[in-house]
């Protein structure tokens, strides 16, 4: 069945810190796959996308995630974290096809200590 | 125009009641998409429309009803909710499989 698994259901790091949140999918065809943001009572904000091409793809807010085929993995990460990180980070895949349906992982919870 | 507009953003609605969930879009996106989130979970797939039909129902209980009058406007039905179906109803649109943009939410409470 096509899935997608977040290993981490709570992480907390220290505000400057490096971060790597961690992401596999299942399916023996390589997927799109997404990272997304969510703060408390928003809606979904897009951080990067991968679909082809470079395996290390740069986005928004200094993220960057790193596409290992080898590994079924797209762990997400940034250098530095800032406490306006702090937020709820969710992986997605979409497997193609006629409905292009995006399936969520169940999310990481990333608090950021000072 | 590069959003997808939901209207309202937060309904409260009795267990009796009829309302209504708007979403727009103005990108010509082929594919929109209902999903459900409960607090402190992922997006659930509700409904997926595609060139106006629906495609994908993924076994939604009948008192929600998704409509699509036309490729820029998607409803959402609501009859007879439960309290259990208080959430945040999320659309979403598509072009293709990587193109998807999401609207910011309508907070749902049922009393």
């Known amino acids: 069945a096509q899935s997608v698994t977040q290993p981490d259901i709570h992480i907390t790091v220290s505000e400057g810190a490096s971060l790597e949140l961690r992401c596999n999918y299942s399916y023996g065809a390589t997927p799109y796959l997404f990272w997304y943001v969510q703060s408390p009572g928003q809606g979904l904000q897009l951080l990067l996308k991968y679909f082809s091409g470079d395996t290390l793809v740069q986005g928004i807010k200094g993220f960057e995630a790193e596409f290992k085929r080898s590994q079924s993995s797209f762990n997400l990460r940034k250098p530095s974290v800032h406490w306006s990180d702090a937020a709820e980070y969710f992986c997605?895949?979409?497997?193609?096809?006629?409905?292009?349906?995006?399936?969520f992982g169940t999310g990481t919870l990333l608090a950021v200590q000072p | 125009d590069t959003e997808v507009t939901q209207t309202p953003k937060h309904l409260v609605m009795g267990m009796t009641n009829k309302k209504s969930l708007k979403c727009e879009q103005h990108m010509g996106h082929r594919a929109m998409y209902w999903y459900k989130q409960k607090a402190k979970k992922p997006p659930e797939l509700m409904f997926v429309?595609?060139?106006?039909?629906?495609?994908i129902n993924e076994s939604v209980p009948s008192r929600f009803s998704p409509e699509c009058p036309n490729s820029s406007l998607l409803n959402l039905h609501l009859h007879a909710l439960q309290p259990e179906d208080s959430a945040l109803y999320l659309c979403?649109?598509?072009?293709?499989?990587?193109?998807?943009?999401f609207g910011s939410g309508t907070r749902l409470t049922v009393v």
């Open positions: 979403a649109s598509s072009q293709d499989a990587v193109g998807y943009t």
């Open positions: 997605a895949v979409n497997y193609g096809g006629a409905t292009n349906k995006l399936i």
């Open positions: 429309y595609s060139y106006e039909k629906l495609s």
